[in-house]
């Protein structure tokens, strides 16, 4: 396996520990659909929560790892979120987080670690069954 995928399970093994201890349970780890990919996937009393998780050995000027997360990114986490919601029968409220690590190559530990709970919120936002077929449609605001 390369170095980086190795660094990336790293920071989500890191990501998975923190959710534990925070009273958390994982549900999922790289839960695919198609060529979209959460993950983590993790749940507590309240929420289902999808967890974006980038891990870098360094930060580039003064970008921090949670933020290559863009766009593009954040819309996939919601179509997948959806999908996984409707496709497990799952009524809770939906959370979209991202965990943020830098990893010390020299010793091989996390750096730091920023985790942020509700990090986005989907454009799409309501989910609202249809009249007309009985299927569950994201809805705008």
Not at 20 to 33: A, D, P, V
Not at 61 to 90: C, L, S, W
Request: hydrophobic share 35%.
């Amino acid at each position: 396996m390369a170095l980086h995928n190795d660094i990336g399970h790293m920071g989500e093994d890191a990501t998975c520990e923190y959710l534990t201890k925070h009273g958390y349970k994982i549900r999922e780890r790289n839960w695919r659909l198609g060529n979209i990919e959460i993950d983590i996937i993790a749940e507590n009393k309240q929420h289902i929560v999808f967890v974006e998780v980038k891990t870098r050995t360094t930060t580039f000027g003064e970008v921090n790892p949670e933020q290559y997360v863009d766009e593009h990114k954040r819309r996939f986490m919601t179509v997948a979120g959806n999908a996984y919601v409707k496709h497990h029968n799952i009524d809770k409220n939906l959370r979209f987080d991202i965990s943020g690590i830098l990893w010390d190559r020299a010793t091989n530990r996390i750096a730091d670690i920023h985790y942020f709970e509700d990090a986005f919120h989907p454009q799409m936002r309501s989910v609202y069954p249809s009249s007309l077929n009985g299927e569950w449609k994201w809805h705008r605001r």
